[in-house]
Each structure stands twice: as structure tokens, then as C-alpha cells.
């Protein structure tokens, strides 16, 4: 008997490829790469595009508090919550420009965490749709 289950929320945007929102091995819940996207749609809050899909423009504030909010509908319908985070790798597309607003958001969303998760912060040149933050996250989950 395996103690592997998959995750897969009604309330975070639907997955790009083939994997779920997240795997449960033992008490560890781990989360696919998580963007700002809104479920049912392309929609991404704070994103405009051209008409060839490129970024003409976006808001990095609007995509925190939605890769957030999707982190956290993830971890609610898998059994845990945004206090049991333990890790998480957060990918920007420009760090010079994002970081300060993400780091300040990040630090209001855990301003009454009693023990912050461990968090690294990278910059890449791009993500595989039209982001500007994604978050991989590892969280415990109680039986």
C-alpha cells in the first residue's frame, strides 16, 4: 500500500502540462510550479499582452497576491494551510525590478507565520506561459 496521493484543486488554475497540483508522500505535501493564473481561464491578473501574446506591460504586485492566493487554495484543498509551508523556490523573470515588491508582499503574508518557511529566490528569463513569478512549494500535512 502506498502513501503517495495526488492533489488536484478546484480553486488553482488548471496545470499547463501533464501533473497534478501537488503529490502527498508521507506527511510531505509537494506543489507543482504554481503561477498567477486564474482557474477556468488564460486570464493572468496584472498581465497584458499583445496580440501575439507577448508582455506588453504587467503588474508584479497583482501577480504575488495571485500566486499566493493559488499557493494557498492548493494547500487548503490538499489538507494543509499557508502555515505549514516549509520551503519554497520562487522564480522571477526580473529581479532587479521585482524583487523589493515581492519581498515586501512576501513579508506581509507571513508577518504572523510562527516559523516562516525557508525560501530561495531565483531569476530566470522566462517561464513556460506569460508570468512574471512562479512558486515551487513543499508543505507538511497532518494525517
Known amino acids: 500500500m502506498s502513501n503517495e496521493q495526488r492533489i488536484d484543486s478546484q480553486r488553482a488554475p488548471e496545470p499547463v502540462g501533464l501533473y497534478p497540483h501537488a503529490r502527498r508522500v508521507g506527511n510531505l505535501l509537494f506543489l507543482s510550479g504554481v ?3 486564474e482557474r ?3 486570464k493572468i491578473p496584472g498581465v497584458e499582452l499583445d496580440e501575439q501574446g ?3 506591460s504587467y503588474d508584479i504586485e497583482a501577480q504575488c497576491h495571485s500566486v499566493f492566493r493559488n499557493v494557498r487554495a492548493i494547500l487548503e484543498d490538499a489538507g494543509s494551510s499557508w502555515n505549514e509551508l516549509v520551503d519554497v523556490t520562487v522564480f522571477l523573470t ?3 525590478k521585482d524583487f523589493p515588491t515581492y519581498n ?3 513579508a506581509e503574508y507571513f508577518k504572523d507565520s510562527p ?3 525557508c525560501r530561495t529566490t ?3 528569463n522566462r517561464l513556460p506561459t506569460p508570468i512574471a513569478i512562479e512558486l515551487k512549494c513543499i508543505a507538511t500535512i497532518g494525517d
Do not use: Q, T
Request: glycine residues 10%; positive net charge; aromatic residues 4%.
Open 35 to 37: 503561477g498567477p493564473r
Open 40 to 42: 477556468g481561464s488564460k
Open 54 to 56: 507577448n508582455i506588453v
Open 94 to 96: 526580473d529581479m532587479k
Open 104 to 106: 515586501r508582499l512576501w
Open 115 to 117: 516559523s516562516p518557511p
Open 122 to 124: 531565483l531569476e530566470i
